[in-house]
């Protein structure tokens, strides 16, 4: 049955493709569909590698001494090495063994070279690339890494020897099904590789062109009104990691021509389109002292949210190798484990958000060749970039660079991007430096190298009566002259705006055991309003920091059962906001109304699949965000751009009730109040729903119309996964934004330091890219139950019980 099934998989994807290509021409990126079901190196031949063998010795050139690798019921390798490089060899070799095509599709997309092998399609996506520059920007990191010779260089060799052994060794049949479907074949792997992989994760979570869109808002309403709608600092409760002292005031400026603003945001959408989804609803990570706990140990909880995708954004591992004892998530292409326990410390990562990019109105000579700065021209740098097309000529890209950065656009105005992101460097070694720490001095030491993106990192130990945790928002902040706030494109000649230093890394947000006895944080701003230096001012909303926070001030004795409880958590803190004020003013037309009014007034704000009364929440807020707001961003010609944040809106709901925003602007002869418009947003959410799913109150539930989605990064259908009902929404702390859900948790860890090996994880996907394998999507069943699989650790091979091997390799110098 289980071959049948296998069979009829691989049809269904050979298939699949031909809707994509005839069976004799090739269209676009896929091979004839001949070559797709030839017996001898098509689809079929995936099958017979689906699974690793029981017990195989592999002789592979580059190894010093042997290496065993255990793995477990689900795929996962535990590596015993006798030094760190062999061991770091071997996570090469096993991350191409199980991955080796995300590694490349990822790195390609980084590199700007994904029309190479996916066609004219993507050039878009290769252009924008090549001009922000990862490309050149990871080659002159990697040289100059491997100049300085530290431990990431070596780490970072050794590992690329691992994974060019595998392709070395890998016969073409072989290879995984996507080189096969795409019709080409894995280039030798380097350190500039990781490097870029590194750099597209980086701007995956700290490139934003959110200046862009305030601008346009501020064009179109005004710069009052705009900051009335986005405010410089979030409103509400917002749990800050480090309130601060000092203040700071600021003025604001708006330089750059629509066409300009509009022109980089079609390039940045449509690059954004082509890649793997990093940036995502968000992360949550906390830590809570030993002295607040059952069991007088700390506690860790990290789920940084992402891209859902398969193969999976992680890939779990445990490493004894040399120094390196270490357990948790890695990322395919890049040695170190981003977020996981060494036995001694724990870890974890959440975005910060902060402002490190800005946009810079340029004004060049008439021949273009020099920008004016200060009074004075300076030259304009060029450089080439060829693009390699499918099926097509290359394509010669010139890209130009001020002192700013790389020229976006010259659509009515010239724009130039300066970002953090070029100062990537040496994050690896900071990572791999963390995974060796055994405390907090050692911990905090290792992230003075890592700069891009910035991150929260949460930290936990069991030294001393019970135990330390911090947090640190760490990375590179910039400190900009005068007074300006850099929320849109900004004056590039008059050198009013520019970047003069860095904040001092002691200057960074933290908390190391703070007198609450937790740490957290969710995206929230990470400093008060009284903080000296400028992060930035577009953060998140604060409601899932606001629930970690009241479940933590309320459980003085967490035990790791309330622990993992609190991370499967869908309490929806802004729907305890608005129900109220609904329930409050709200008037039932007729039964249907009442009986969606009763199902408010008796719920939990627990966004639960079964749950009428969220599906009636989720629907309202649409409708009331449309009746707040639709009408002037129509009158203001704003349509489609985005609406203000929930907090935004709680604060005018609460705070602010009078006419404003809630007067619509379409009905001249009345002006509406705050109650009226909860009124009509609730008969309009009531009448969609009963135009949706009837008057049968009862089938209207959550999971009815709220799912997960697990797309392939090819998005052919049969390598996908879902949609499946589910729980969350974007509030919640197990997050499940929009009806259907493409981003959440990538990776959930709890770890307990009264009993290590009874700590937990889980990711949504499985550690194989092969879609006929067992392990290639075995976690994601665990991970929508709310389940976990053990994280333990041994630290011999001979310490790891029959039971939880499935497989064993034996990697020997060849």
Same mark, same amino acid.
């Given at each position: 049955?289980?071959?049948?099934?296998?069979?009829?998989?691989?049809?269904?994807?050979?298939?699949?493709?031909?809707?994509?290509?005839?069976?004799?021409?090739?269209?676009?990126?896929?091979?004839?569909?001949?070559?797709?079901?030839?017996?001898?190196?098509?689809?079929?031949?995936?099958?017979?590698?689906?699974?690793?063998?029981?017990?195989?010795?592999?002789?592979?050139?580059?190894?010093?001494?042997?290496?065993?690798?255990?793995?477990?019921?689900?795929?996962?390798?535990?590596?015993?090495?006798?030094?760190?490089?062999?061991?770091?060899?071997?996570?090469?070799?096993?991350?191409?063994?199980?991955?080796?095509?995300?590694?490349?599709?990822?790195?390609?997309?980084?590199?700007?070279?994904?029309?190479?092998?996916?066609?004219?399609?993507?050039?878009?996506?290769?252009?924008?690339?090549?001009?922000?520059?990862?490309?050149?920007?990871?080659?002159?990191?990697?040289?100059?890494?491997?100049?300085?010779?530290?431990?990431?260089?070596?780490?970072?060799?050794?590992?690329?020897?691992?994974?060019?052994?595998?392709?070395?060794?890998?016969?073409?049949?072989?290879?995984?099904?996507?080189?096969?479907?795409?019709?080409?074949?894995?280039?030798?792997?380097?350190?500039?590789?990781?490097?870029?992989?590194?750099?597209?994760?980086?701007?995956?979570?700290?490139?934003?062109?959110?200046?862009?869109?305030?601008?346009?808002?501020?064009?179109?309403?005004g710069p009052g009104a705009a900051r009335e709608l986005f405010p410089l600092y979030p409103i509400g409760p917002q749990e800050p990691i480090e309130p601060g002292p000092g203040i700071r005031s600021f003025v604001q400026q708006g330089l750059a021509s629509p066409e300009a603003l509009r022109d980089i945001l079609r390039k940045a959408a449509a690059a954004r389109a082509a890649l793997p989804t990093f940036a995502?609803?968000?992360?949550?990570? !906390?830590?809570?002292?030993?002295?607040?706990?059952?069991?007088?140990?700390?506690?860790?909880?990290?789920?940084?949210?992402?891209?859902?995708?398969?193969?999976?954004?992680?890939?779990?591992?445990?490493?004894?190798?040399?120094?390196?004892?270490?357990?948790?998530?890695?990322?395919?292409?890049?040695?170190?484990?981003?977020?996981?326990?060494?036995?001694?410390?724990?870890?974890?990562?959440?975005?910060?958000?902060?402002?490190?990019?800005?946009?810079?109105?340029?004004?060049?000579?008439?021949?273009?060749?020099?920008?004016?700065?200060?009074?004075?021209?300076?030259?304009?740098?060029?450089?080439?970039?060829?693009?390699?097309?499918?099926?097509?000529?290359?394509?010669?890209?010139?890209?130009?660079?001020?002192?700013?950065?790389?020229?976006?656009?010259?659509?009515?105005?010239?724009?130039?991007?300066?970002?953090?992101?070029?100062?990537?460097?040496?994050?690896?070694?900071?990572?791999?430096?963390?995974?060796?720490?055994?405390?907090?001095?050692?911990?905090?030491?290792?992230?003075?190298?890592?700069?891009?993106?910035?991150?929260?990192?949460?930290?936990?130990?069991?030294?001393?009566?019970?135990?330390?945790?911090?947090?640190?928002?760490?990375?590179?902040?910039?400190?900009?002259?005068?007074?300006?706030?850099?929320?849109?494109?900004?004056?590039?000649?008059?050198?009013?705006?520019?970047?003069?230093?860095?904040?001092?890394? %002691?200057?960074?947000?933290?908390?190391?055991?703070?007198?609450?006895?937790?740490?957290?944080?969710?995206?929230?701003?990470?400093?008060?309003?009284?903080?000296?230096?400028?992060?930035?001012?577009? !953060?998140?909303?604060?409601?899932?920091?606001?629930?970690?926070?009241?479940?933590?001030?309320?459980?003085?004795?967490?035990?790791?059962?309330?622990?993992?409880?609190?991370?499967? %958590?869908?309490? %929806?803190?802004?729907?305890?906001?608005?129900?109220?004020?609904?329930?409050?003013?709200?008037?039932?037309?007729?039964?249907?109304?009442?009986?969606?009014?009763?199902?408010?007034?008796?719920?939990?704000?627990?966004?639960?699949?079964?749950?009428?009364?969220?599906?009636?929440? !989720?629907?309202?807020?649409?409708?009331?965000?449309?009746?707040?707001?639709?009408?002037?961003?129509?009158?203001?010609?704003?349509?489609?751009?985005?609406?203000?944040?929930?907090?935004?809106?709680?604060?005018?709901?609460?705070?602010?009730?009078?006419?404003?925003?809630?007067?619509?602007?379409?009905?001249?002869?009345?002006?509406?109040?705050?109650?009226?418009?909860?009124?009509?947003?609730?008969?309009?959410?009531?009448?969609?729903?009963?135009?949706?799913?009837?008057?049968?109150?009862?089938? !209207?539930?959550?999971?009815?119309?709220?799912?997960?989605?697990?797309?392939?990064?090819?998005?052919?259908?049969?390598?996908?996964?879902?949609?499946?009902?589910?729980?969350?929404?974007?509030?919640?702390?197990?997050?499940?934004?929009?009806?259907?859900?493409?981003?959440?948790?990538?990776?959930?860890?709890?770890?307990?330091?009264?009993?290590?090996?009874?700590?937990?994880?889980?990711?949504?996907?499985?550690?194989?890219?092969?879609?006929?394998?067992?392990?290639?999507?075995?976690?994601? %069943?665990?991970?929508?139950?709310?389940?976990?699989?053990?994280?333990?650790?041994?630290?011999?091979?001979?310490?790891?019980?029959?039971?939880?091997?499935?497989?064993?390799?034996?990697?020997?110098?060849?």
């Amino acid at each position: 049955m289980r071959r049948a099934n296998g069979a009829k998989f691989l049809l269904s994807i050979a298939l699949s493709a031909a809707v994509l290509g005839s069976f004799s021409i090739p269209l676009g990126a896929f091979p004839p569909f001949g070559s797709l079901v030839d017996p001898t190196a098509g689809v079929w031949t995936i099958g017979p590698i689906a699974r690793h063998p029981g017990d195989a010795s592999v002789a592979v050139e580059g190894l010093s001494s042997p290496v065993t690798v255990l793995r477990d019921g689900h795929g996962v390798p535990r590596i015993y090495a006798s030094s760190g490089e062999d061991g770091w060899f071997a996570l090469g070799y096993l991350h191409a063994q199980d991955r080796l095509w995300q590694m490349d599709i990822q790195y390609r997309a980084g590199a700007g070279r994904l029309a190479e092998v996916l066609g004219p399609d993507f050039l878009e996506a290769d252009r924008f690339f090549r001009t922000i520059g990862l490309n050149w920007i990871a080659r002159a990191a990697a040289e100059a890494r491997d100049a300085a010779g530290e431990l990431d260089a070596d780490v970072m060799r050794a590992y690329a020897s691992g994974v060019n052994a595998f392709i070395k060794s890998t016969a073409p049949a072989d290879l995984p099904l996507e080189f096969k479907l795409l019709d080409y074949r894995p280039e030798p792997w380097s350190p500039e590789k990781t490097v870029t992989e590194g750099l597209l994760l980086a701007w995956g979570l700290a490139g934003s062109f959110v200046d862009l869109e305030y601008a346009l808002l501020e064009e179109a309403f005004g710069p009052g009104a705009a900051r009335e709608l986005f405010p410089l600092y979030p409103i509400g409760p917002q749990e800050p990691i480090e309130p601060g002292p000092g203040i700071r005031s600021f003025v604001q400026q708006g330089l750059a021509s629509p066409e300009a603003l509009r022109d980089i945001l079609r390039k940045a959408a449509a690059a954004r389109a082509a890649l793997p989804t990093f940036a995502g609803a968000g992360s949550n990570n !906390w830590a809570v002292h030993g002295s607040r706990t059952a069991s007088g140990r700390p506690l860790l909880a990290a789920d940084p949210h992402l891209g859902f995708q398969l193969p999976a954004v992680w890939y779990q591992a445990e490493l004894h190798a040399g120094p390196f004892d270490v357990r948790g998530a890695t990322f395919p292409g890049i040695p170190g484990f981003f977020f996981g326990t060494n036995g001694r410390i724990a870890w974890g990562e959440t975005n910060t958000g902060a402002d490190v990019t800005d946009f810079y109105v340029e004004t060049f000579s008439e021949d273009g060749t020099k920008a004016l700065y200060r009074g004075s021209w300076e030259d304009v740098a060029v450089h080439r970039e060829t693009i390699g097309v499918r099926g097509g000529t290359p394509e010669v890209l010139e890209v130009r660079e001020t002192r700013h950065g790389p020229v976006l656009t010259e659509e009515g105005q010239t724009v130039a991007m300066r970002s953090t992101i070029t100062e990537f460097r040496e994050e690896l070694k900071a990572i791999l430096l963390v995974n060796l720490a055994s405390n907090w001095t050692q911990f905090r030491d290792a992230l003075r190298t890592w700069r891009v993106p910035a991150q929260n990192f949460v930290y936990a130990d069991a030294d001393g009566s019970g135990g330390n945790i911090g947090i640190r928002s760490n990375g590179l902040f910039p400190i900009r002259n005068g007074t300006v706030v850099p929320r849109v494109p900004l004056d590039g000649t008059s050198g009013d705006a520019e970047w003069t230093g860095w904040v001092p890394f %002691d200057d960074y947000p933290e908390a190391f055991n703070p007198p609450q006895g937790f740490v957290a944080s969710a995206n929230q701003v990470p400093v008060g309003d009284r903080y000296p230096y400028y992060l930035g001012t577009f !953060w998140d909303d604060g409601y899932r920091a606001r629930r970690i926070h009241a479940i933590l001030e309320a459980d003085a004795s967490m035990t790791f059962e309330d622990l993992r409880a609190s991370q499967l %958590d869908v309490v %929806d803190v802004a729907a305890s906001v608005f129900v109220p004020e609904l329930l409050r003013v709200g008037v039932a037309r007729d039964a249907t109304d009442r009986s969606v009014l009763d199902a408010l007034d008796a719920w939990d704000f627990r966004m639960t699949k079964e749950s009428v009364a969220s599906r009636a929440w !989720w629907s309202f807020l649409l409708a009331y965000r449309e009746a707040v707001f639709a009408d002037e961003y129509e009158a203001a010609g704003a349509a489609g751009m985005s609406y203000p944040q929930e907090s935004t809106l709680e604060s005018m709901t609460l705070r602010n009730p009078e006419p404003s925003w809630f007067d619509d602007v379409r009905t001249a002869s009345n002006t509406e109040s705050r109650d009226e418009i909860l009124q009509r947003a609730f008969e309009a959410a009531v009448d969609g729903l009963v135009a949706e799913a009837g008057t049968n109150v009862s089938a !209207w539930t959550w999971g009815a119309v709220h799912s997960r989605v697990f797309d392939h990064l090819t998005n052919l259908a049969p390598l996908s996964r879902g949609p499946y009902p589910s729980e969350g929404d974007s509030f919640t702390l197990n997050v499940a934004g929009g009806l259907s859900a493409r981003h959440g948790p990538s990776w959930r860890q709890l770890i307990d330091f009264s009993d290590l090996n009874g700590s937990l994880a889980v990711y949504p996907g499985g550690q194989s890219g092969n879609p006929v394998s067992p392990h290639y999507a075995d976690l994601l %069943d665990l991970h929508l139950a709310g389940e976990y699989a053990p994280f333990r650790a041994y630290g011999t091979a001979a310490l790891v019980p029959a039971a939880e091997i499935e497989s064993i390799l034996r990697l020997l110098p060849g």
